[in-house]
């Protein structure tokens, strides 16, 4: 019960209806520049992350499967959370005050949900930017998805080398990812869409999945809406342009 105390006080700005952190609370402006020099602690290495501190029942053996790159609020990794109970997620947010409003989240839930079915112990988030460090917590072909859900769009031609997909990093994205591993892409842009596909398809180790492949995925129906990002475009009526690349 002590714990359960300590845990509840640690949660600020938490509703009391829903037991729940309170966005509004974490606001922070949309863009961050990825290149700059932010203060980040991070592993060395993969070996060298304590994995335990984020998943406290991880197995001896088990792994993270599932990265949400610029995961937001993190309404898209609670989905994930729960459709794959048995697999680790991971969010990845460069914003301060975002990735604090997940983690929060994240510990809310679990409290939450101690005693049921779904409990939330398979997902976590970490404040790090993952265009510099993906390498430092996963291990050649440890993941099995990465999704990358509206990613900022950056639409100056002088900043189109902080977008997210582009040559060099794609290098990186296939040195973690499985054989047969998925990239996930979503995004309300259409130019955005087109730089994803045209570099995605000009690199020699992805290839994009079909409509028809694609439609069958159970996760596809949930990138449309379950980022808060996501269900922003909806309200409004906009675009969605979706593509989903294997890595061979």
């Known amino acids: 019960?002590?714990?359960?105390?300590?845990?509840?006080?640690?949660?600020?700005?938490?509703?009391a209806v829903t037991g729940l952190p309170q966005k509004r609370f974490y606001r922070q402006?949309?863009?961050s520049n990825p290149i700059a020099d932010h203060s980040f602690d991070y592993p060395a290495r993969p070996e060298d992350v304590d994995w335990r501190s984020l998943y406290p029942?991880?197995?001896n053996d088990q792994q993270v499967k599932f990265a949400d790159i610029g995961c937001g609020y993190g309404g898209f990794l609670v989905t994930l959370g729960?459709?794959?109970p048995e697999k680790l997620a991971i969010g990845m947010e460069i914003r301060v005050?975002?990735?604090?409003?997940?983690?929060?989240?994240?510990?809310a839930l679990r409290l939450k949900n101690a005693n049921a079915a779904t409990n939330y112990q398979n997902i976590a988030c970490i404040r790090t930017n993952a265009?510099?460090?993906?390498?430092?917590?996963?291990?050649?072909?440890?993941?099995e998805k990465m999704f990358f859900l509206y990613p900022d769009p950056h639409f100056k031609r002088a900043k189109h080398k902080w977008r997210?997909?582009?040559?060099?990093l794609l290098s990186e994205y296939a040195y973690v990812l499985s054989s047969g591993g998925l990239v996930y892409t979503m995004t309300d842009v259409e130019d955005l869409h087109k730089w994803i596909v045209s570099h995605m398809m000009q690199h020699p180790l992805f290839e994009r999945l079909s409509d028809e492949?694609?439609?069958?995925?159970?996760?596809?129906?949930?990138?449309?809406?379950?980022?808060?990002?996501g269900a922003k475009v909806v309200r409004n009526k906009g675009d969605h342009f979706l593509a989903i690349f294997r890595r061979i």
């Open 29 to 31: 402006r949309a863009h």
């Open 57 to 59: 029942n991880i197995g």
């Open 97 to 107: 005050k975002v990735s604090d409003y997940v983690v929060d989240r994240i510990a």
């Open 213 to 229: 492949e694609a439609n069958d995925d159970p996760i596809t129906p949930k990138l449309y809406q379950s980022s808060e990002e």
């Open 1 to 15: 019960m002590v714990a359960n105390n300590q845990e509840s006080e640690a949660l600020p700005a938490t509703s």
């Open 131 to 143: 265009m510099k460090y993906l390498p430092n917590y996963f291990q050649k072909s440890q993941l």
């Open 82 to 84: 729960e459709m794959y």
């Open 164 to 168: 997210i997909i582009n040559q060099a």
